[in-house]
């Protein structure tokens, strides 16, 4: 099992950069491939970037494609999702998930973080 926490969020405005991380909890954490997902307001939660265990794989939400970039340190059991040119419909609460799968679907992600507020004024 896996404790996921966010953190890194806040205001920022169009244009402007924020890192998220997440921090790990548990020594399998090598074990699981890393996601960021993300919920609009009144809208569904949908993927934003994937990394597999190793690190080597990622794939990316076309709309961020070239500005969002995931990454992850196994020696701290972190994984990091930085955010360049953010834009207003970036805006959302974004969060954490962990699973030995390599999914972009939320629902095969067993283990979550809180989520973290990320919000981009024009």
């Known amino acids: 099992q896996v404790q996921l926490v966010e953190s890194g969020g806040g205001l920022v405005q169009s244009g402007g950069s924020l890192r998220l991380s997440c921090t790990a909890s548990g020594r399998t954490f090598s074990s699981y491939a890393m996601a960021w997902f993300r919920q609009p307001p009144e809208k569904e939660r949908e993927f934003v970037a994937r990394?597999?265990?190793?690190?080597?794989?990622?794939s990316y939400l076309d709309s961020v494609k070239g500005r969002f970039t995931i990454s992850r340190d196994n020696d701290k059991n972190m994984v990091y999702l930085q955010m360049n040119s953010l834009k207003p419909e970036d805006t959302a609460v974004y969060y954490c998930?962990?699973?030995?799968?390599?999914?972009?679907?939320?629902?095969?992600?067993?283990?979550w973080g809180q989520g973290t507020q990320v919000t981009v004024s024009s």
């Open positions: 998930a962990a699973d030995p799968t390599y999914s972009s679907y939320a629902e095969e992600y067993h283990y």
């Open positions: 990394i597999t265990r190793s690190g080597r794989l990622t």
